[in-house]
């Protein structure tokens, strides 16, 4: 993915925005949806992962905020079977 492409412009344009003394970096609020089906265990587990190792540090400082809601999906072998 391009950030510049996300937020709508190019960085560069966000950088000149940024104070004289450059203390202060360039920032932006994120929000992420992410609505996934039937997702196998092992991809859930390694989504989470990355999710986590991601956001960590920003959790760690009060920054972020994360809410994972996950609902098993149990189909029954006659299903299985009709499939």
């Known amino acids: ?3 510049a492409r996300i937020v709508g412009g190019t ?6 925005a940024r104070p004289e003394n ?3 970096s360039v ?3 994120l929000e992420i ?3 996934l089906k039937e997702t196998e265990p092992k991809d859930l587990s390694a989504m989470l992962e990355s999710l986590t190792r991601l956001i960590g540090p920003s959790l760690g400082r009060g920054r972020a905020c994360c809410h994972i809601n996950v609902e098993p999906v149990i189909k029954s072998d006659a299903a299985k079977i009709a499939a």
């Open 1 to 3: 993915m391009n950030i």
């Open 27 to 29: 920032r932006f609020n």
């Open 22 to 24: 450059g203390q202060n």
């Open 11 to 16: 960085l560069q344009a966000h950088e000149a």
């Open 33 to 35: 949806t992410i609505n």
